[in-house]
């Protein structure tokens, strides 16, 4: 069959729509491990899994035969199709409208893309423009700006591409098309020039302004953001929206972003070029700036795509503009939030400074700040605290409305586990400390969320309500405890590998209690070491330290992996000195590991108990009952023994 070609719309469209898991899984058996799929590669045979499927790069990678691609490949190689055979049998599937090229349009659509190159190229001379007039004695006060109030040195004016448009009318009009020879229509589609109101001719749009080149992720520039020197409104203008620039699609910095957010698996977005910019100059470089509106689902979609476990934390300004603007975001992206789709959190920073006040005004201002980022707080602890802060809930009324507020709140989170974790995170906020009303706030809680959805279920027998006395749980938030498991992780594997006498120590203790490394890059290390012990036990047994090397060389098999791990091979001075205290650092990690094990029975409790009815059902309601109460005394057993050490571990902690 003769395929006409397609239109690169309808390319797109399918590039969009098709689900990388979906496809591949029509063909081979794929199971949940993390935030990724594996399964047995379908290109060669093998009998343990290293096919992997990554649904948020929207890839797969072959780990035995180095296969990899996107959708469209996979279903290119497994069906030896060509690239417009797949399109178009996706198309079909997803009920896509074909549209294909006649020869004509194929001319138009050869046209627009010379267009386009044309408007990158006038964008790129008119940034060099203004680069070249901030040296020049009319941006003088420009530059002065830059380096004295925002702190810029040369290095990163160059490397923002900053510069400066002129207090005259038409200096840049005359530059590209007179001197250049640019026509005039392509520099005003470039959104650069105006046509006068009055009478012929054009005017520059920017005009004594310093000029920040918005770029593209490849980093050609596709837009500017002009600030007024003076007291001139708007203090920022920004391009129009044209052929090259969309401010709901784009995010600035991103070109010089991308590789530190998939390095470090978070992404951070600020309010302004200015933040963006003093947080790249200090060395922070996983960060962006949304374009002064509020962060649309696209921008996000488009950060997604470098994070593998999905997490973005929102720095925007604290006041009251900030806090609207963060609410405004959240807004936006809610619906992927309360899916689990993105683990988004919120920063704000002390005295309601913004990124660039802060970094100036903070002595280890950036060490400082990314101390807050690892404690940022997840966004629905943000927006109920928003909730709670001012409000006295001794008032029944205050307290009724918080409630009311909470549950709406509570109400769209579609992951059951994360409804029980909030219930529960909730329940402890507004019981204030009289941890005897807790449970009848979980239980009030799930009432009005069950009336939400519109199916009552029975009232619970009230006299049996009062034995639930349970102590309150440890203070700490999610993202804390997922720092310091971390770091409890990685002490405990740091130990392993560079103190041989402590194995044993630590592989009984993990036995003892059945404890396992919750974080990927950890379990997968605790594998291979397993795996090496096991075939290299003889050698191992005379020179117990070559286990680093024999891991290392297992680099070349599982690149990707080891590269998240390396970091543990390494022990410098300070960290070998700190290693003198072994056997009190590897009680105090193993009890961070078991903190995970006993709040996920807790949670599971609270969900069986909630679900039970007392009149029916008293005895296996108050067996659940017990395991709440078992697992929060353990709970705080546990958080006495992090408590007195904890500081050993941030000690040891990678920094
Ligand atoms: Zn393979």
């Given at each position: ?5 397609l239109?690169?719309d ?8 098709v689900?990388?898991?979906d496809?591949v ?7 949940k491990?993390?935030?990724e799929?594996v399964?047995?590669c379908?290109f060669h ?26 959708a469209?490949?996979?279903l ?6 060509s690239?417009s055979e797949v ?5 079909r599937?997803?009920q896509?409208r074909?549209?294909t ?8 659509l050869?046209?627009q893309?010379?267009l386009q ?7 790129a ?13 009319q941006?003088?006060q420009?530059l002065?700006y ?21 207090a ?10 007179e001197q250049?020879?640019k026509?005039?229509?392509?520099v ?5 020039i105006?046509p006068?109101k ?10 004594d302004r310093?000029?920040i080149p918005?770029?593209?992720r ?8 002009g600030?007024?020197?003076?007291d ?6 920004n ?12 995010l ?6 991308y ?13 302004g070029y200015f ?18 509106t ?7 979609r488009?950060?997604?795509r470098?994070?593998e ?7 925007f300004?604290a006041?009251?503009?900030g806090?609207t603007a963060t609410?405004r ?14 683990q988004?959190r919120?920063?704000n ?8 006040e802060f970094?100036?005004h ?6 400082q700040y ?6 940022a707080?997840l ?5 109920i ?5 001012g409000?006295d809930?001794?008032?029944?009324p205050?307290?009724?409305?918080v409630?009311?507020?909470i549950?709406k ?15 529960d995170?909730?329940?402890?906020k ?18 009005q969320l069950?009336?939400?959805r519109?199916t009552?279920?029975k009232k619970d027998?009230k ?7 349970l ?12 720092t310091?498991?971390q ?8 130990i392993?590998l ?5 194995r044993?120590?630590i592989?009984?203790?993990l ?8 974080l990927?890059p ?12 096991s075939v290299?036990?003889?050698v ?10 024999l ?11 080891m590269v ?20 009190l650092a590897?009680r ?5 590991l ?8 807790k949670?599971y ?7 039970l ?5 008293p ?16 709970l705080q ?17 990678p920094?």
């Amino acid at each position: 069959m003769q395929i006409p070609r397609l239109h690169p719309d309808t390319i797109a469209q399918v590039k969009e729509r098709v689900d990388i898991v979906d496809v591949v899984s029509e063909q081979v058996v794929l199971r949940k491990r993390g935030k990724e799929y594996v399964g047995l590669c379908p290109f060669h045979g093998e009998k343990t899994p290293s096919f992997t499927v990554s649904p948020n790069k929207q890839m797969y990678y072959c780990f035995g035969c180095g296969t990899g691609g996107t959708a469209i490949k996979f279903l290119m190689e497994a069906g030896k199709q060509s690239f417009s055979e797949v399109v178009l049998d996706l198309a079909r599937r997803y009920q896509i409208r074909v549209k294909t090229l006649e020869p004509e349009q194929r001319q138009e659509l050869q046209r627009q893309l010379s267009l386009q190159e044309q408007l990158y190229e006038i964008l790129a001379l008119a940034a060099s423009f203004y680069q070249h007039a901030l040296r020049q004695p009319q941006g003088q006060q420009a530059l002065e700006y830059l380096q004295s109030q925002r702190h810029l040195g040369e290095e990163t004016l160059q490397q923002f591409q900053l510069g400066y448009a002129p207090a005259t009318w038409e200096t840049l009009y005359r530059y590209l098309v007179e001197q250049k020879g640019k026509p005039v229509q392509l520099v005003k589609d470039a959104g650069l020039i105006l046509p006068r109101k009055s009478g012929d001719g054009y005017y520059d749009r920017f005009r004594d302004r310093i000029m920040i080149p918005i770029h593209d992720r490849q980093g050609r520039v596709i837009g500017f953001g002009g600030r007024a020197l003076g007291d001139e409104l708007p203090k920022y203008l920004n391009s129009p929206e044209t052929p090259l620039f969309n401010k709901g699609k784009t995010l600035y910095a991103l070109d010089k972003a991308y590789n530190a957010i998939a390095d470090q698996d978070q992404a951070v977005v600020v309010e302004g070029y200015f933040d963006a910019i003093a947080l790249h100059r200090v060395g922070i470089h996983n960060v962006v700036a949304s374009l002064g509106t509020a962060l649309s689902l696209e921008q996000m979609r488009l950060l997604l795509r470098y994070t593998e476990s999905n997490q973005i934390i929102l720095n925007f300004d604290a006041d009251k503009a900030g806090t609207t603007a963060t609410e405004r975001a959240i807004g936006e992206i809610a619906d992927l939030a309360y899916k689990g789709q993105v683990q988004l959190r919120i920063l704000n920073l002390p005295d309601g400074k913004d990124a660039d006040e802060f970094l100036t005004h903070t002595p280890d201002g950036a060490e400082q700040y990314q101390q807050l980022l690892q404690n940022a707080p997840l966004w629905l602890h943000w927006q109920i605290d928003q909730l709670i802060i001012g409000k006295d809930l001794k008032q029944a009324p205050q307290f009724k409305q918080v409630a009311q507020k909470i549950v709406k709140l509570l109400y769209k989170l579609e992951d059951v586990n994360q409804q029980t974790y909030y219930i529960d995170y909730c329940a402890e906020k507004l019981s204030q400390g009289q941890t005897n009303l807790i449970p009848r706030l979980i239980q009030n809680f799930q009432t009005q969320l069950n009336k939400l959805r519109q199916t009552p279920i029975k009232k619970d027998d009230k006299s049996n309500r009062k034995q639930h006395n349970l102590p309150v749980s440890i203070d700490l938030s999610l993202s804390q405890e997922h720092t310091l498991l971390q770091e409890a992780e990685a002490l405990l594997l740091r130990i392993y590998l560079h103190r041989p006498e402590y194995r044993q120590t630590i592989i009984d203790i993990l036995d003892a209690k059945d404890l396992l490394f919750s974080l990927s890059p950890h379990r997968f290390l605790w594998q291979q070491i397993l795996d090496v012990q096991s075939v290299a036990q003889s050698v191992l047994l005379q020179h117990p330290e070559k286990l680093i090397s024999l891991l290392q060389d297992r680099s070349i098999q599982f690149p990707e992996e080891m590269v998240l791990v390396e970091h543990l091979f390494h022990l410098n001075e300070k960290r070998s000195q700190d290693l003198t205290r072994t056997p009190l650092a590897i009680r105090t990690a193993a009890a961070c590991l078991e903190v995970v094990t006993w709040n996920k029975h807790k949670r599971y409790c609270i969900e069986q108990w909630q679900k039970l009815n007392f009149a029916t059902d008293p005895k296996r309601k108050e067996y659940y009952s017990q395991g709440i109460r078992e697992a929060y005394k353990r709970l705080q057993e546990l958080q006495k023994i992090r408590q007195t050490n904890i500081l050993d571990i941030h000690k040891f902690a990678p920094i």
